[in-house]
């Protein structure tokens, strides 16, 4: 249960309380005086007295129990207190007893009305209390039960002004804490439900990723096709061709055949890394450090060059379209530099930080000018392209770094976001 129902909740029974303790104290003070009898007190007879009790049950409960909502209300509220400050004096006129009614102004003093009349009232209250203190209006007629009722009334009046003084400031401070609460309590709603509506767009955003990662691949694909397979059949079309042409000279034909061959040998190389490529498998069976160590050492026993990773930084899960983007322009970065850098040593450096993780390429080859692009052919085709793409996708970026003759530096850098650690 929050802090601010607790609140509420005790207010409620507070108020049920001082709904019944003005009629219990009346009751109480009705019984004693009957039961007391002649005590040698000023007094009514007992029909007055009861009028008089009946006309104040019925004004407690028409302006208390029958309409609460007037006690929010300045004038309604004065009203009722003046009233009920009337009938107390009638009260104590009929009976001195009734002083133990009295009491019960303090507490409409402080929630009828509203200011500094508060203390008006309950020093008006104080002094009907100090009256049936001395034994009520008929023994206000020597000098030394004038001497008891002002000293009586003093100690009254201070003691209810002090108290009224504390009530109203408690009542206060527990209205602003109540309202600080309820504000607290408002603003922790629309926090949880803005983190709601954050998950929602979040889904909604990852959905939308994996859409945009398969036009990226079938982009990718249909790049990859265009710039190798096409170009490759084609190729091995024109070589066919050329060896039908050459038919009585055996020594072309033989060439043009042995060259498409070649050409077909080196389509199906390139097909199967575009199915590599499009399904990252070394994903599903190792972490991605390892995934790109063996990628690494595959690449460098096919192709004859010197390659090793470092892993920086302590490795950690991260999620499947973080770790599939970095395998993926591992893969694309070897690729160009087997098929244009003519190098002897590539490096990779994977350096997991706090709150990215970036995979560095730098090889020794031939390098290129990247202000003009396609000069060395190494951003042809969709290789670099489909790289600033797929990094990008996932809110990172590619950065690129070459010279003519001192090689190149490709360093993708992406968001650490954790994902779940295999089972």
Request: aromatic share 6%; hydrophobic share 45%; net charge neutral.
């Amino acid at each position: 249960m929050s802090e601010v129902k607790r609140l509420e909740m005790r207010q409620r029974r507070a108020d049920r309380r001082l709904l019944l303790l003005p009629y219990a104290a009346l009751l109480g003070s009705t019984v004693m005086v009957v039961v007391a009898g002649d005590l040698g007190l000023p007094r009514q007879g007992l029909p007055t007295t009861f009028a008089v009790v009946a006309v104040t049950a019925a004004w407690l409960l028409w302006m208390v129990t029958l309409h609460p909502q007037w006690q929010g209300r300045t004038r309604p509220g004065a009203v009722f207190f003046a009233g009920l400050l009337v009938l107390i004096v009638l009260l104590v006129w009929c009976h001195p007893i009734y002083g133990f009614f009295a009491w019960t102004g303090y507490l409409y003093a402080v929630s009828s009305l509203r200011g500094r009349w508060r203390l008006a009232g309950a020093a008006a209250v104080a002094c009907c209390t100090a009256i049936s203190q001395v034994g009520g209006f008929g023994n206000l007629t020597t000098a030394r039960i004038w001497l008891a009722f002002v000293i009586l009334l003093a100690f009254n009046i201070s003691i209810a002004v002090t108290m009224t003084h504390l009530s109203i400031t408690n009542t206060d401070h527990a209205t602003r804490r109540a309202e600080m609460l309820r504000q607290l309590t408002e603003a922790n709603d629309k926090l949880a439900g803005a983190l709601s509506e954050n998950a929602g767009l979040h889904e909604q955003l990852l959905v939308q990723a994996r859409e945009a990662g398969v036009l990226d691949e079938r982009q990718r694909m249909a790049g990859e096709i265009h710039d190798v397979l096409a170009q490759g059949l084609t190729g091995i079309v024109t070589q066919l061709e050329a060896a039908d042409q050459a038919a009585g000279r055996e020594s072309d034909r033989r060439r043009h055949l042995d060259t498409a061959k070649q050409l077909a040998r080196d389509s199906l190389t390139e097909a199967r890394r575009s199915v590599q490529a499009l399904r990252p498998q070394p994903l599903a069976q190792a972490a991605l450090p390892e995934a790109l160590g063996e990628v690494v050492d595959g690449w460098a026993a096919r192709h004859g060059v010197a390659a090793q990773l470092i892993t920086t930084g302590t490795a950690r899960p991260l999620l499947p379209e973080i770790e599939a983007t970095l395998l993926r322009t591992a893969q694309e970065a070897l690729a160009n530099v087997a098929r244009h850098a003519d190098a002897d040593r590539v490096a990779l450096t994977l350096s997991y930080m706090e709150d990215v993780v970036t995979l560095d390429v730098r090889d020794d080859g031939a390098g290129f000018d990247p202000a003009h692009g396609r000069a060395q052919g190494y951003d042809g085709g969709y290789g670099l392209t489909a790289m600033r793409e797929r990094v990008r996708r996932i809110a990172g970026t590619l950065e690129v770094e070459s010279e003519p003759g001192a090689g190149t530096a490709i360093s993708a850098c992406v968001p650490a976001l954790h994902g779940a650690a295999a089972a």
